[in-house]
């Protein structure tokens, strides 16, 4: 399995949400969610339209078992609510065109590594995946807060170094060192 990393580039964070937008929106509210809550997207895919229309979405992280609640920021407020005014509250946020047993499931997690990767591809980001969406919203909540413990916390991690490298600031912070370290 390859090392992803986050979208540190404002501007190209905003070319992929700009390239998901017109290629597919149910692909661009993927998107949406996974840099604005830092779930992963084995949380993601099962979401209904149910689970969106509070002030928060709450999940029960398939990995660990725990519930995790996180406040519904107003530009994904905007994006959802555009999204599902003409959606039932038990359809899925993301779903597949395949039906299994005729019933509508969401998209697979191999087919959302698929869109993302095809739109890194096409603005040439280079280790980009779905897990880079968790990573962008660590690495952008890191530099805007400077809270290491609350991220943490968000993560699931019990020690800053792991949080430091998994959201890439640790490798930000080496290359920044070494830059005019000449011998």
Not at 151 to 165: I, W
Request: charged share 30%.
């Amino acid at each position: 399995m390859k090392f992803v990393q986050p979208i540190r580039d404002p501007k190209k964070l905003d070319a992929m949400k700009k390239y998901l937008y017109f290629k597919n929106i149910r692909d661009f509210i993927m998107f949406l969610v996974g840099i604005n809550t830092g779930f992963r997207i084995s949380d993601i895919l099962p979401l209904t339209v149910r689970d969106v229309k509070g002030t928060h979405i709450t999940i029960n992280e398939k990995k660990t078992g725990k519930i995790k609640k996180v406040l519904i920021r107003k530009s994904l407020r905007k994006a959802l609510d555009a999204y599902i005014k003409d959606k039932s509250d038990h359809e899925f946020l993301f779903p597949s065109r395949k039906r299994k047993r005729g019933k509508v499931q969401p998209i697979s997690a191999n087919m959302a590594y698929k869109i993302i990767r095809a739109a890194a591809q096409e603005l040439n980001l280079e280790d980009i995946g779905t897990h880079s969406m968790r990573k962008t919203f660590g690495y952008k909540f890191y530099l805007e807060t400077k809270d290491i413990a609350l991220l943490m916390e968000l993560f699931n991690h019990t020690e800053e170094s792991v949080t430091l490298r998994y959201v890439g600031l640790l490798q930000d912070t080496l290359d920044d060192a070494l830059e005019d370290f000449e011998l």
